[in-house]
């Protein structure tokens, strides 16, 4: 059973207080799920996970919990933890928002990756992980998303720009302008992923 600290940055007003509801507890919000406000806007909770998966969702509330009915639930889904022979896991959440990752496997000729999405004109470079078994290379991203905008859809195209080798019949030199002729981008490919 790990040992789990969330983490997630808030501002919110005199007398509230930020709580952890979750599938172990029953999703009962009392003083026992309350989050600590260790500085500024951060708050923080530490759980001994037993249940995997584990669901939780966070909400806002009166300090002293004097009227439940009064809880802010955060929107979307419940965020799930699934978890394996960790003994330690910190997570660090942004309200109302999911952390979404994008992984893309493409061929060892493929030299950059660029997502592309209509969520907040995003235009991302991808960052390129080490080969594997020199036959392809893998690229990947993360960003934050607003349920609201996961619920609308949000269309996303990766382009690959695939690097050639272009003959040249003199010597090439070791100045940069050399260099760059060596190298053609080639073409592209377009993939589009609707998420909801």
Known sequence: MPLVSFNIEITLKY?????????Q?????DKMCRMTCAQDSFWQFSLEVNLNPFEYKYAIG??????????????????ILNWNNEKCITI????????????LQA????TVAILMSNYNSLQKRLKKNKDINNSSKVFCTSLYVDVSEIAQGIEIQYYLLIQRRCIQKKQ??????????AYKFESFQLILVSLK
């Not at 007398?15 to 599938?23: D, E, F, K, P």
């Not at 507890?25 to 919000?29: A, E, G, M, S, T």
């Not at 061929?107 to 493929?110: G, Q």
Request: aromatic content about 14%; hydrophobic content about 30%; glycine content about 4%.
């Open 15 to 23: 007398g509230q207080a930020l709580y952890l509801a979750n599938s």
């Open 107 to 110: 061929n060892s000729k493929t």
């Open 92 to 103: 660090k959440n942004k309200w109302e928002q999911r952390k979404i990752s994008f992984f």
């Open 62 to 79: 009166d300090y002293f919990l004097q009227n439940q009915s009064d809880l802010h639930w955060e929107r979307g889904p419940n965020r």
């Open 172 to 181: 090439i030199s070791r100045s940069k302008r050399a260099h760059q002729q």
């Open 25 to 29: 507890c029953d999703w009962v919000v």
